[in-house]
T-cell receptor, first 107, second 114 residues
Framework: QQPVQSPQAVILREGEDAVINCSSS?????VHWYRQKHGEAPIFLMI?????EQKGHDKISASFNEKKQQSSLYLTASQLSYSGTYFC????????FGAGTQVVVTP | NAGVTQTPKFQVLKTGQSMTLQCAQD?????MYWYRQDPGMGLRLIYY???????DKGEVPNGYNVSRLNKREFSLRLESAAPSQTSVYFC?????????????FGSGTRLTVV
């Protein structure tokens, strides 16, 4: 029942783009996205509540396709500060997280 | 600073010992949660409390108990620690469901059971 994330890891050079996908086998009421730096707590990035919704946080944006039960996180013109592990969370009243996608941005 | 405070930050236990992890939030949130994080497995929900006086099991509740002491505080107890409970434990809180609020996490407790 845990959301499935792909890819497991991605390595980028500064300025490159990446997409992280999150899918669920059951209907999602909402999707959360978090970023976690090594040894730190996860930090909330954004929440998507409606089907087809898109949101942005700096140059990080996301979409949520309610019909397909899928969400994607877009890292545009990546910066070194984007490095970390990204988690999607599927909400069915309480949040269940995917296994995470490790993002490494190199100079 | 407003947020979620967890204590202790680090703990080493011997198998069979008991301990309580403390969590407090000062954001007036109704809902509070306990997650554990293991390498490659993301965050798994142990227990949650939708409001003061209520608690419910999450994905991995076995070996744990919780107490929602009041609106601010939500504690997690290990009655008889086992090596499989070695993990990083995060407490989190959130505002009303259906609103555009994310979860706020504490800084975590790194627990080792030997």
């Amino acid at each position: 029942q845990q959301p499935v994330q792909s890819p497991q890891a991605v390595i980028l050079r500064e300025g490159e783009d990446a997409v992280i996908n999150c899918s669920s086998s059951k209907a999602l009421y909402s999707v959360h996205w978090y970023r976690q730096k090594h040894g730190e707590a996860p930090i909330f990035l954004m929440i998507l509540l409606k089907g087809g919704e898109q949101k942005g946080h700096d140059k990080i944006s996301a979409s949520f396709n309610e019909k397909k039960q899928q969400s994607s996180l877009y890292l545009t013109a990546s910066q070194l500060s984007y490095s970390g592990t990204y988690f999607c969370g599927g909400s069915w009243g309480k949040l269940q997280f995917g296994a995470g996608t490790q993002v490494v941005v190199t100079p | 600073n407003a947020g979620v405070t967890q204590t202790p930050k680090f703990q080493v236990l011997k198998t069979g010992q008991s301990m309580t992890l403390q969590c407090a939030q000062d954001m007036n949130h109704n809902s509070m949660y306990w997650y554990r994080q293991d390498p490659g497995m993301g965050l798994r929900l142990i227990y949650y409390s939708a409001s003061e006086g209520t608690t419910d099991k999450g994905e991995v509740p076995n070996g744990y108990n919780v107490s929602r002491l009041n609106k601010r505080e939500f504690s997690l107890r290990l009655e008889s620690a086992a090596p499989s409970q070695t993990s990083v434990y995060f407490c989190a809180s959130s505002g009303p469901p259906g609103q555009r609020y994310g979860y706020t996490f504490g800084s975590g407790t790194r627990l080792t059971v030997v």
